[in-house]
């Protein structure tokens, strides 16, 4: 199914541990266009935010609380959170 | 029982959790605050995790855990915030009717957990702090994960 790219959505960025410290901030809305995908969002906040890249080269993305592949397309309303490497244990 | 909590685990409450008359065998771990990493000497650790999808993770992994092992019960608690020396971060038990069953579940548990579980760790020097496992900790950035769903934990 191809999805019509026109527009933009509103989707909400949580940052965690060494991410929210590069970025800042623990999270912001943000509008991205429409059919995005999760690498274009890594692109779109290393450019919103200096010194972000070292740790965003390094993380995962989640959306909506499970794990997200590059390719993945971003909806409105998506929760997106970034996750360095973890260290939980 | 799967939680977060802000306060001291109780080791107790976690093994009771897994308690039942059909096991033979019930293995209760502690992951506790090291007071050295690489021979620098820790102050103390600050964790700090993804509350809703950390549960979420613990989720999927326990019953991940619990097929391939064949457990009766499985509970997990790890703590946030700052932790000092010799306190326990995590407490993971394990029933199973045998003790090859219950004791193979911890460390493929933790494994898991250490791979998967949005939960990370900071660590406190004297001279200066550092995120485990990123491009600024001087042990070494780890390598960085396929940014795609693990296949290989669910």
Redesign the interface.
């Known amino acids: 199914m191809r999805r019509v790219e026109s527009g933009a959505v509103r989707i909400e960025i ?1 940052y ?3 991410a929210r ?1 590069a970025a800042g901030l623990p999270a912001e809305t943000l509008e991205v266009a429409d059919g995005a995908t ?2 274009a969002l890594r692109a779109t906040l290393d450019a919103r935010h200096p010194g972000l890249s ?2 965003s ?2 993380a ?3 959306v909506g ?6 390719s993945q397309r971003l909806a409105p309303g998506d929760v997106v ?1 970034l ?7 | 029982m799967l939680a977060l909590t802000e306060g001291p685990i109780d080791g107790e409450a976690v093994r009771r959790a897994v308690a039942t008359t059909a096991a033979g065998a019930v293995v209760v771990f502690h992951g506790t605050v090291r007071d050295r990493t690489k021979g620098r000497a820790v102050r103390w650790l600050e964790y700090e995790a993804y509350p809703p999808m950390a549960l979420a993770e613990l989720g999927r992994i326990a019953d991940a855990v619990t097929r391939d092992h064949g457990l009766l019960g499985l509970a997990c608690v790890h703590r946030i915030g700052r932790l000092e020396l010799g306190d326990a971060a995590v407490v993971l038990a394990t029933a199973a009717p045998h003790r090859k069953a219950a004791l193979d579940a911890v460390d493929d548990f933790v494994v898991r957990l250490k791979r998967d579980v949005p939960i990370w760790k900071k660590e406190v020097f004297e001279d200066g702090a550092v995120w485990v496992g990123t491009p600024d900790d001087p042990q070494g950035a780890r390598t960085a994960p396929a940014p795609g769903p693990r296949e290989g934990a669910r």
Do not use: K
């Not at chain 1, 609380?65 to 590059?70: D, I, L």
């Not at chain 1, 996750?83 to 244990?89: A, F, L």
């Open positions: 949580l965690f541990a060494a410290e999760v690498e070292p740790v080269r390094t995962r993305f989640a609380e499970r794990f997200a592949p590059a959170a996750i360095p490497p973890v260290s939980g244990g």
